[in-house]
């Protein structure tokens, strides 16, 4: 079988009866949101339901700036903002078919909307330019299989007065949100779980138990295939690939899946060389879709070849890239800079000063807006960069980026292998899903692990998957809706602009994950198929850069300098809020929280900065649900940041690492010794090697033969000799000395004594 080709102010508001539609533009304008309120067995709303409506557009306000439209009908009740990337004059809703029977409110793109309203019976027109519309005729047509061809983004509420029926559907990936609760009288729903509080009969909860039972918010290393978690009780989200069709009358509720991730092909004859070049199709095509609008978009540049690739198929785009003490040392800000002028394209490095710290208020509204207790350093800096395209150039109302290709390209092989190339990857999978297996059955856990040659067949486990690979494919699937997707549709909303995302294109998708088992190492290992997609698209330096984590990697002590000086300023306000509901103390212990966040701000490389911060986060939550915050967009301000313009970077580097790298300053008049938790050791039967140990294991290897001034230095930090005499003694000069002695400082490999 061949691989298929790819084709390439303020506001005021009334009732509304199905004709008649109250429009509102917001006098303090600055992605759409979608909200509303149903009864079951055909009560009609009351009044209430105005002022519900009312305080749900204003919660989402931040959403869709440029349009506000209300409609109360009976027993429905539809809100809706709206942020204007096609038909910016034309399209508002909601959009209501012309025989009037089905009503419509869709947040997110139709990318192929013209080519589906070719499609459509001769007789139909279509009556404004939104990209949306088609979503009622086709729905008229084709019925529950209307979704099938549709390809985009969007999260909608359609409502058929002729079947009595509300329907709720997403797009195959849930990249955009929508929220709902219900008990036995109504529903009400919501882009964002922050506007169902408008109502009082939503509970305003958070679900400690569902949460700390939750192996992603743990970062527990197995396969996760449980339902997307809203964090919130009695909150429920809309899955993905799905349309759910509630029956008015009742209350009740079916299900109809469109979408589901392919198997690998067990009959492709496909070639590599074919298999690349409908990658680069179905890329080439996504990008044009996504770029396609009818106002500016922008585009962060990482300098990671997935940004790259988008950079090089959008044409001419502003880009963006963040310039912090992390992406100095891995790289990535250096790797921006030059791709970007490589391709030509005109690049912003927004600078984060060396000591730029979240403060307590701008913490909590970034957490209020993101409404995850896995809101952390990606999500800020996110944010941050959202908020200062905005703020540079105002007409930028969606951003191209390059995320969501690591989880189907291959692009954590390395991350997650327990050993070398695709059969190390393998081999941890077989580990994730063994630990799967054993949760099922924990008492078995202590049969496994105890030797290194195994005691038991992972059939007493009840078997194990035959292909860890596509559980590996299903558990990065959910993951991408339970982070990746959240937070890039909250940072980017939260700033009136709407992410788009190429890499996440059902065409793409099912492509890479259909690939034969037997070829998979030779197209998937390290992203491998997508850099021969790009070559001749892009250079080939850009190409062969490997992976590194966005905020993670060399730079991670930065990071977590920062967000420890967030968590401790102001006597650690934000853990001691944290620590003050009832119900965050039924689960927290607060002397080990404060114990842990002591022994981060004494030693920064201590690994609990981001589960620390998710329970904390938990904690901040639960507060902020007992007294409700502001609205996101009136806390919303102009971007503080700056950009640093770079001309030379090899010239300007140590420039910009001042700028951005906290570094510890070198007192020659000072006593230093090892770390207390770092050892010096060489062996007998290596008189060249040594080794540096942090906790038993081994961190760092000095070769005697290159490196033998800076082993006698080290060896000769007694804390009791000044730096100064030791120096002298090994013969070496300050500044010789200086940079290695900043690292080891920076990392408590070395301390003052």
Not at 107 to 131: C, F, I, K
Not at 478 to 497: I, K, M
């Amino acid at each position: 079988m061949r691989v298929p080709s790819v084709r390439t102010g303020g506001t005021r508001m009334h009732p509304c009866s199905r004709t008649a539609w109250t429009e509102c533009r917001m006098e303090w304008c600055q992605v759409c949101g979608i909200a509303g309120v149903t009864s079951w067995g055909g009560a009609a709303l009351t009044d209430d339901a105005d002022v519900l409506l009312r305080g749900m557009a204003d919660t989402l306000a931040h959403r869709g700036p440029d349009d506000v439209r209300l409609l109360r009908d009976h027993n429905v009740g539809l809100a809706f903002t709206r942020l204007s990337l096609v038909a910016p004059t034309d399209g508002g809703q909601p959009l209501v078919s012309p025989d009037g029977s089905v009503v419509l409110i869709a947040n997110g793109e139709v990318y192929n909307h013209r080519e589906l309203e070719a499609g459509l019976p001769s007789g139909v027109r279509m009556r404004t330019r939104s990209d949306c519309e088609v979503l009622l005729h086709l729905y008229q047509r084709d019925g529950l299989s209307f979704l099938d061809h549709v390809n985009g983004m969007f999260a909608f509420v359609l409502w058929d007065r002729r079947r009595d029926v509300l329907l709720f559907g997403r797009d195959r990936f849930g990249i955009k949100p929508l929220y709902f609760h219900r008990d036995g009288r109504r529903m009400v729903f919501a882009s964002e779980i922050k506007a169902l509080f408008n109502d009082p009969g939503t509970p305003r909860r958070l679900d400690w138990d569902g949460a700390l039972n939750d192996l992603g918010l743990s970062a527990t290393p197995s396969f996760i295939h449980d339902p997307v978690n809203t964090w919130f009780e009695d909150i429920e989200m809309a899955p993905a690939a799905t349309i759910m069709e509630f029956r008015l009358a009742d209350g009740s509720l079916t299900e109809h899946r469109y979408w589901s991730l392919p198997g690998a092909d067990r009959q492709s004859d496909a070639s590599d060389a074919e298999y690349v070049a409908a990658y680069r199709d179905a890329l080439t095509a996504s990008v044009r879709d996504c770029a396609s609008a009818d106002a500016e978009l922008g585009l962060f540049l990482s300098g990671g070849i997935d940004s790259a690739a988008v950079a090089a198929l959008a044409g001419r785009v502003q880009t963006y890239s963040v310039l912090t003490g992390a992406t100095v040392l891995n790289g990535d800000a250096e790797w921006s800079h030059r791709t970007a002028r490589m391709l030509g394209l005109p690049n912003e490095q927004v600078l984060f000063d060396v000591d730029a710290v979240p403060g307590v208020e701008e913490w909590k509204r970034l957490l209020w807006l993101s409404e995850t207790p896995l809101c952390g350093p990606e999500a800020y800096y996110k944010y941050e960069l959202h908020k200062y395209a905005r703020t540079r150039h105002p007409q930028i109302k969606g951003m191209l980026l390059g995320a969501a290709s690591d989880e189907f390209n291959g692009g954590y092989m390395e991350t997650y292998a327990e050993g070398p190339g695709w059969e190390g990857f393998m081999r941890s999978l077989d580990g994730f899903a063994r630990r799967t297996a054993l949760l099922t059955r924990p008492r078995y856990a202590q049969w496994y692990g105890i030797l290194d040659a195994p005691l038991l067949r992972d059939t007493a486990l009840g078997g194990r998957p035959q292909d860890p690979y596509e559980e590996y494919l299903r558990w990065k699937y959910r993951s991408l809706q339970q982070y990746n997707v959240w937070h890039e549709d909250r940072t980017a909303a939260g700033n009136g602009v709407e992410a788009r995302v190429p890499f996440l294109d059902h065409r793409l998708v099912e492509l890479v994950a259909s690939v034969p088992v037997d070829r998979r190492a030779g197209l998937l290992s390290d992203k491998r198929i997508l850099r021969l997609a790009m070559e001749g698209i892009l250079p080939e330096p850009v190409l062969s850069r490997p992976k590194v984590p966005f905020y993670h990697g060399e730079g991670r002590l930065h990071t977590y300098r920062t967000f420890t000086a967030m968590l401790t300023q102001q006597d650690n306000a934000l853990v001691e809020e944290a620590l003050s509901t009832d119900r965050a103390r039924e689960f927290l212990h607060p002397d080990g929280v404060r114990e842990n966040l002591a022994r981060l701000h004494s030693d920064r490389e201590h690994g609990a900065l981001e589960l620390l911060l998710r329970l904390v986060n938990m904690g901040l939550l639960e507060s902020m649900t007992r007294d409700l915050p502001p609205a996101p967009v009136t806390g919303r301000t102009a971007s503080a940041l700056s950009s640093v313009p770079v001309e030379d970077w090899d010239a300007e580097a140590e420039a910009l690492s001042a700028r951005t790298l906290h570094r510890p300053a070198v007192d020659p008049g000072a006593v230093y010794a090892l770390g207390p938790d770092v050892l010096l050791v060489g062996r007998a039967d290596e008189e060249d090697t040594w080794y540096v140990l942090v906790d038993g294991s081994i961190e760092f290897v000095i070769d005697r033969a290159s490196e033998e001034l800076w082993l006698k230095v080290l060896r000769a930090l007694d804390g009791v000799t000044p730096l100064a005499k030791v120096l002298a003694e090994a013969g070496c000069s300050l500044d010789r000395m200086r940079p290695l002695l900043t690292e080891a400082l920076e990392h408590r490999l070395v301390v003052a004594a």
